[in-house]
């Protein structure tokens, strides 16, 4: 053998350039690679890449193409020789004091040398007497990370004096990705900001001992159940999944080291996720049944130990009849039967506090079983569990925090509460803007060291999370950013203080989310473009993070749903600038809302009573305007307002109807009039003639009673016999009038 080299992807391989001189080739041309410690030690063809290719004098790098990698092989991740000053490192090759398979060779990491002449920057090593001929091409791996910082390429000669001896030189990890630009670094995290530890961040979660030993004697003592309580941003998702589960699986309790994980969040349909969650017939036989087959197929002795992870998701359906099969009501059902079943099981649910009320309002019964295991995570953090926090995951990673820095940061901790400074321990609430503030230091470390200046530049602890939100919101274009302020409120579920539901992240289908986010113009391909890209952008800076639902069907054939939601509920109280938006555009979300409570019941039913109508369809209507919907609520909306319009028709036909009903009515009392009122003008003629008659009867002997029967004839009916019977039944003159010799022109009368 030559040399070494190591798998950096698929079928690639990366070694020095000399080494492939050294065996009689060079760029373009065949060489073969032996694989002396995987399965058959197979010899596999490769063909160096010319692009690949840096010459011995310079950079000394060769890329080689494998015909196929052979099994049991496995490729390297790539970190950073920055920052990686003092770290122990490691390598392996084939010298020739060698067993036939190669040995490790150790050193310390030094800094990294500047280009000199062309040849490339260096990564010193010293103390590395171990690396001789045969390590060259051979990774190096920085002992803390665990991630390849550097390739084995040259080693220094001692001088006379035999001084210089143990001196290495390895090309950084840096000039191999210049050379190769497929070689992607591989980030160490040792702080998660607002993402939650799980069981592979296990290394890094320090400073929560005292709670995991309180959660697992709770396990001790009430094995059968525990209701883990604490308010939000509490870190209770990792202080189960990242301390107390692997705890369990290191043996923290008899027999606990054997117990089989099945972890799921409620969603939209806990069912599905139990399913998703290696419970296969949860859907279809329930939860409990599920459970026993899981059990009879492990061996004797085995235990389930079941987390609901955010189990107050379950608690936000508004209404039961909206609830899908495996929401809700029915779930909590499965999940009291399940305790009191005799299955070899703990039940752990994992819920924020303020959801107690409806807890105990809609699944009693779930409170009555779970209440003997009901445990609240510690509220305070000391001085001691603040510094762990602090310090001990930048030195698991090799880094190391500059003097004072450390007390610095608990200080500004112990300061963001009003009690914390006098009593020396710190809310627990304070957990994910510490862990930000951390993560933005981590990135901003120098030469190994998390400094003072970074610190100060991020906003020291208060304005940490201002300016992580701050800094991604700023890389966008201007014309952007009513979309992010679109997509950020779309993912947060508005307050329900008549249901005594408070604001909480909620989980958006992609598909939903770009509805909501395009405006009004969704099928436009600028508008899909935009979205698109400020969801890269925000899911990029981890403001947002994505996952796909479980399946839809218990089979699991149809694929499940991608969603995306907030990375923490810290932004939803402490990021000033997302709480005013969330405010001001409630209003439409709380429409929302209930709009798709009508959907799942009208989807449900198809009875047209569950359409939109009142003020729901009025302000749907205008938000439809105004706003993008999701296709299922714009099919809601039109099939509402095809309803009312049909409605509107109906009622117009009636009052058609009802008016030419009045018509005749008033036609008919017309013409009913009409005729009564010629009765009654008959009648009054009749009588007419009839008093006239008697008038004519009573002229001569009662000439006094014939005239008021003439005239009462005549004021009945002013007919040709009335009149004449006035006429006749006026007396003749009775006296002349005499004295006067002229004609009379006027006559005065007195009594």
Same mark, same amino acid.
């Given at each position: 053998?030559?040399?070494?080299?190591?798998?950096?992807?698929?079928?690639?391989?990366?070694?020095?350039?000399?080494?492939?001189?050294?065996?009689?080739?060079?760029?373009?041309?065949?060489?073969?690679?032996?694989?002396?410690?995987?399965?058959?030690?197979?010899?596999?063809?490769?063909?160096?890449?010319?692009?690949?290719?840096?010459?011995?004098? =310079?950079?000394?790098?060769?890329?080689?193409?494998?015909?196929?990698?052979?099994?049991?092989?496995?490729?390297?991740?790539?970190?950073?020789?920055?920052?990686?000053?003092?770290?122990?490192?490691?390598?392996?090759?084939?010298?020739?004091?060698?067993?036939?398979?190669?040995?490790?060779?150790?050193?310390?990491?030094?800094?990294?040398?500047?280009?000199?002449?062309?040849?490339?920057?260096?990564?010193?090593?010293?103390?590395?007497?171990?690396?001789?001929?045969?390590?060259? %091409?051979?990774?190096?791996?920085?002992?803390?990370?665990?991630?390849?910082?550097?390739?084995?390429?040259?080693?220094?000669?001692?001088?006379?004096?035999?001084?210089?001896?143990?001196?290495?030189?390895?090309?950084?990890?840096?000039?191999?990705? /210049?050379?190769?630009? /497929?070689?992607?670094?591989?980030?160490?995290?040792?702080?998660?900001?607002?993402?939650?530890?799980?069981?592979?961040?296990?290394?890094?979660?320090?400073?929560?001992?005292?709670?995991?030993?309180?959660?697992?004697?709770?396990?001790?003592?009430?094995?059968?159940?525990?209701?883990?309580?604490?308010?939000?941003?509490?870190?209770?998702?990792?202080?189960?999944?990242?301390?107390?589960? +692997?705890?369990?699986?290191?043996?923290?309790?008899?027999?606990?080291?054997?117990?089989?994980?099945?972890?799921? &969040?409620? %969603?939209?349909?806990?069912?599905?996720?139990?399913?998703?969650?290696?419970?296969?017939?949860?859907?279809?036989?329930?939860?409990?049944?599920?459970?026993?087959?899981?059990?009879?197929?492990?061996?004797?002795?085995?235990?389930?130990?079941?987390?609901?992870?955010?189990?107050?998701?379950?608690?936000?359906?508004?209404?039961?009849?909206?609830?899908?099969?495996?929401?809700?009501?029915?779930?909590?059902?499965?999940?009291?039967?399940?305790?009191?079943?005799?299955?070899?099981?703990?039940?752990?649910?994992?819920?924020?506090?303020?959801?107690?009320?409806?807890?105990?309002?809609?699944?009693?019964?779930?409170?009555?079983?779970?209440?003997?295991?009901?445990?609240?995570?510690?509220?305070?953090?000391?001085?001691?569990?603040?510094?762990?926090?602090?310090?001990?995951?930048?030195?698991? !990673?090799? !880094?190391?925090?500059?003097?004072?820095?450390?007390?610095?940061?608990?200080?500004?901790?112990?300061?963001?509460?009003?009690?914390?400074?006098?009593?020396?321990? !710190?809310?627990?609430?304070?957990?994910?803007?510490?862990?930000?503030?951390?993560?933005?230091?981590?990135?901003?470390?120098?030469? %190994?060291?998390?400094?003072?200046?970074?610190?100060?530049?991020?906003?020291?602890? %208060?304005?940490?999370?201002?300016?992580?939100?701050?800094?991604?919101?700023?890389?966008?274009? +201007?014309?952007?950013?009513?979309? =992010?302020?679109?997509?950020?409120?779309?993912?947060?579920?508005?307050?329900?203080?008549?249901?005594?539901?408070?604001?909480?992240?909620?989980?958006?289908?992609?598909?939903?989310?770009? !509805?909501?986010?395009?405006?009004?113009?969704?099928?436009?391909?600028?508008?899909?473009?935009?979205?698109?890209?400020?969801?890269?952008?925000?899911?990029?800076? &981890?403001?947002?993070?994505?996952?796909?639902? =479980?399946?839809?069907?218990?089979?699991?054939?149809?694929?499940?749903? +991608?969603?995306?939601?907030?990375?923490?509920?810290?932004?939803?109280?402490?990021?000033?600038?997302?709480?005013?938006?969330?405010?001001?555009?409630?209003?439409?979300?709380?429409?929302?809302?209930?709009?798709?409570?009508?959907?799942?019941?009208?989807?449900?039913?198809?009875?047209?009573?569950?359409?939109?109508?009142?003020?729901?369809?009025?302000?749907?209507?205008?938000?439809?305007?105004?706003?993008?919907?999701?296709?299922?609520?714009?099919?809601?909306?039109?099939?509402?307002?095809?309803?009312?319009?049909?409605?509107?028709?109906?009622?117009?036909?009636?009052?058609?109807?009802?008016?030419?009903?009045?018509?005749?009515?008033?036609?008919?009392?017309?013409?009913?009039?009409?005729?009564?009122?010629?009765?009654?003008?008959?009648?009054?003629?009749?009588?007419?003639?009839?008093?006239?008659?008697?008038?004519?009867?009573?002229?001569?002997?009662?000439?006094?009673?014939?005239?008021?029967?003439?005239? /009462?004839?005549?004021?009945?009916?002013?007919?040709?016999?009335?009149?004449?019977?006035?006429?006749?039944?006026?007396?003749?003159?009775?006296?002349?009038?005499?004295?006067?010799?002229?004609?009379?022109?006027?006559?005065?009368?007195?009594?």
């Amino acid at each position: 053998m030559t040399g070494a080299g190591f798998l950096v992807g698929e079928s690639t391989v990366v070694t020095c350039a000399h080494v492939v001189r050294a065996a009689g080739e060079g760029p373009g041309g065949p060489v073969r690679l032996a694989f002396p410690n995987a399965r058959s030690a197979p010899q596999v063809w490769g063909q160096v890449v010319s692009e690949g290719w840096r010459a011995p004098e =310079a950079e000394d790098i060769a890329v080689v193409r494998l015909s196929g990698t052979p099994p049991g092989a496995s490729v390297v991740a790539l970190g950073s020789a920055e920052g990686c000053r003092g770290h122990a490192i490691s390598s392996y090759g084939y010298p020739a004091q060698a067993p036939p398979g190669g040995h490790f060779a150790y050193g310390t990491a030094g800094d990294v040398l500047p280009d000199a002449g062309g040849s490339g920057s260096l990564l010193q090593l010293t103390g590395a007497n171990d690396l001789t001929t045969g390590f060259s %091409g051979g990774p190096v791996v920085d002992e803390a990370t665990g991630l390849v910082v550097g390739m084995v390429t040259a080693i220094s000669a001692p001088d006379g004096h035999l001084r210089g001896a143990g001196i290495a030189y390895a090309t950084p990890a840096e000039v191999l990705r /210049e050379v190769w630009p /497929e070689l992607a670094e591989r980030q160490v995290r040792p702080y998660r900001g607002l993402e939650p530890f799980t069981a592979e961040h296990e290394g890094w979660f320090d400073g929560r001992d005292a709670a995991v030993e309180r959660v697992l004697a709770a396990l001790r003592e009430r094995g059968r159940v525990l209701l883990l309580l604490g308010p939000s941003r509490a870190g209770k998702s990792s202080l189960v999944r990242a301390g107390v589960l +692997p705890a369990l699986s290191a043996g923290g309790l008899p027999g606990s080291d054997r117990w089989i994980e099945v972890i799921a &969040r409620p %969603g939209k349909d806990l069912l599905a996720e139990l399913e998703h969650s290696v419970l296969p017939g949860a859907m279809t036989d329930g939860i409990a049944a599920a459970v026993e087959r899981r059990l009879a197929a492990e061996p004797v002795g085995c235990r389930l130990v079941v987390v609901i992870d955010q189990f107050e998701e379950l608690l936000t359906q508004s209404n039961p009849v909206d609830e899908p099969p495996g929401g809700g009501i029915a779930a909590a059902a499965q999940l009291t039967a399940l305790i009191g079943s005799s299955a070899a099981v703990s039940v752990i649910l994992v819920m924020r506090d303020d959801f107690y009320p409806r807890l105990a309002s809609l699944a009693p019964a779930l409170l009555d079983a779970a209440a003997p295991g009901l445990l609240n995570v510690p509220a305070a953090l000391s001085t001691g569990d603040l510094h762990a926090i602090i310090s001990r995951p930048a030195q698991s !990673a090799g !880094a190391r925090l500059e003097a004072g820095l450390p007390e610095r940061i608990i200080t500004d901790v112990l300061a963001a509460d009003p009690t914390g400074a006098a009593v020396r321990m !710190a809310p627990v609430t304070l957990l994910p803007l510490l862990e930000l503030t951390l993560s933005q230091l981590w990135e901003r470390r120098r030469d %190994g060291f998390l400094t003072h200046q970074a610190y100060q530049r991020i906003g020291e602890l %208060g304005g940490a999370l201002a300016t992580w939100c701050d800094t991604a919101m700023d890389q966008l274009p +201007p014309e952007y950013l009513p979309t =992010a302020r679109r997509i950020l409120t779309a993912l947060v579920r508005p307050a329900d203080d008549t249901r005594g539901i408070p604001a909480t992240r909620q989980q958006v289908s992609l598909s939903t989310l770009r !509805a909501l986010a395009a405006g009004t113009m969704p099928e436009d391909p600028s508008s899909a473009r935009t979205v698109d890209t400020v969801l890269a952008a925000l899911t990029g800076h &981890r403001i947002i993070t994505t996952s796909t639902t =479980a399946a839809a069907s218990p089979a699991g054939d149809t694929p499940g749903e +991608p969603t995306a939601e907030l990375i923490h509920d810290a932004l939803i109280r402490d990021w000033a600038e997302l709480r005013e938006w969330v405010a001001e555009d409630h209003r439409f979300q709380d429409w929302l809302r209930r709009a798709g409570e009508r959907h799942a019941r009208w989807t449900g039913s198809a009875h047209p009573g569950d359409l939109l109508d009142g003020t729901d369809l009025a302000e749907g209507t205008a938000w439809y305007r105004q706003r993008g919907l999701p296709a299922e609520i714009t099919a809601l909306l039109v099939a509402s307002q095809k309803r009312q319009q049909t409605a509107v028709r109906r009622t117009r036909r009636v009052n058609a109807v009802l008016i030419c009903l009045l018509v005749i009515v008033v036609i008919a009392a017309g013409l009913a009039f009409g005729q009564r009122q010629e009765a009654l003008d008959a009648r009054r003629v009749a009588e007419s003639r009839m008093l006239a008659a008697q008038s004519a009867t009573f002229r001569d002997t009662d000439p006094d009673l014939a005239s008021l029967l003439a005239v /009462e004839a005549y004021r009945t009916s002013p007919t040709p016999e009335a009149v004449d019977s006035v006429y006749a039944a006026v007396p003749p003159a009775q006296r002349r009038l005499s004295g006067h010799t002229k004609d009379v022109l006027s006559v005065a009368f007195a009594r």
